[in-house]
């Protein structure tokens, strides 16, 4: 099946550093990769939508430049949080949409913990 | 914009209990919908999907859901709940599939725990 894998799955930074999360889609090439946040006990709410070799489109209320994401191939996007602050601790999720078994499908990573203290 | 609303937040359910959970959206256009699980610790996986066709789709692990146009629902049922069915359980609903700027939204989920 597909698997999508995001790296780091847990972050601690302190406050004013940036982090940089990855997302590879490891058996298919992803034509387009999305990116969620998570708060706890709440929904998926997306970030933004890259695809390869082109620049992301953010969602309304989404800060580009806070939020930099880079999708260099087609099985890689990379997150950079940048001047992280506490209120940028979440969980965020890619999701790495492509042909995988046969099925052309939306597939989703473990997440990423992310801590600034 | 497009919005999905999921009922029900937190549902507690006996082993071998029945199983329905709400699913509304609000969209006009044509919709992909989805429901996905996230078991604890784990990722997101996709239970079942519809495009189009038989509105009663079934998915893996004896998950089914129907989809009613007229009520802009698409509820997920199980006749018969297992203690390892304790999960989180996502609506998502596609908007504009096949264009290029689709978009996939969630609804706030419901926990659901299943006592032994």
């Known amino acids: 099946g597909a698997v999508v894998s995001q790296h780091p799955s847990r972050v601690i930074c302190k406050s004013g550093t940036s982090v940089k999360i990855e997302c590879r889609s490891l058996?298919?090439?992803?034509?387009?990769m999305f990116w969620y946040r998570q708060f706890p006990k709440q929904s998926l709410m997306l970030m933004a939508t890259?695809?390869?070799?082109?620049?992301?489109?953010?969602e309304q209320g989404v800060e580009k430049d806070k939020f930099l994401i880079n999708h260099a191939s087609l099985t890689l996007s990379t997150l950079t949080v940048t001047s992280a602050h506490p209120e940028d601790s979440s969980f965020y999720i890619c999701?790495?949409?492509?042909?995988?078994?046969?099925?052309?499908?939306?597939?989703f990573g473990p997440g990423t913990r992310l801590t600034v203290t | 914009a497009q919005s999905v609303s999921q009922h029900n937040h937190h549902v507690i359910l006996s082993e071998a209990a029945s199983l329905e959970l709400g699913c509304n959206y609000s969209y006009g256009g044509t919709v992909n919908l989805f429901w996905y699980v996230q078991y604890p610790g784990q990722h997101l996986q996709l239970l079942l999907k519809y495009f189009s066709g038989d509105p009663l789709v079934k998915g893996i692990k004896g998950f089914e859901a129907e989809f009613i146009k007229s009520k802009f629902s698409f509820n997920l049922r199980k006749p018969s709940v297992q203690w390892s069915d304790t999960a989180e359980y996502f609506c998502?609903?596609?908007?504009?599939?096949?264009?290029?700027?689709?978009?996939?939204?969630f609804g706030t989920g419901t926990r659901l725990t299943i006592i032994p």
């Open positions: 998502a609903v596609r908007t504009n599939p096949n264009f290029g700027n689709e978009k996939l939204t």
């Open positions: 999701s790495a949409k492509g042909l995988a078994g046969g099925i052309h499908e939306q597939y």
């Open positions: 890259s695809n390869e070799g082109s620049k992301a489109t953010y």
């Open positions: 058996d298919f090439q992803a034509t387009t």
